[in-house]
């Protein structure tokens, strides 16, 4: 039931102008490069990106364990901290609205935690 939520969240948040991957790489690093070839396949329009947002595999893992999904996500078009707490606000919005609490302390700097287990 949560993979479908979770699903459902990151297809509103590509509709929305985000590159959002699930389970994607092993490392974060690994994921924002996903992220951003898949950006490029896209079409790679800056003017159109919000941000990239999603999850590695080692996310995915971890939550399966603890119920608890760890995010990542940065703010285009160059990664400041305003852009990153206005991507990190629009991806966490996306989640409650889902029904999901989140817990995030509204910086750039750290990743929200979706609690799966509601």
Known sequence: MAKKRVAAVFAELNAAGFVALAST??????????????????GGDLDALVGFCFTTR?????????GQLHLAFWGAPEGSAPQMERAGAQVVAAFRRAGFTVVWDGTGDSRPCVDLTR
């Open 58 to 66: 080692k996310d995915t893992r971890r939550a399966r364990a603890s």
């Open 25 to 42: 790489g092993t490392t974060q690093s690994d994921g924002f490069s996903d992220c951003r070839d898949d950006f490029h396949s896209r």
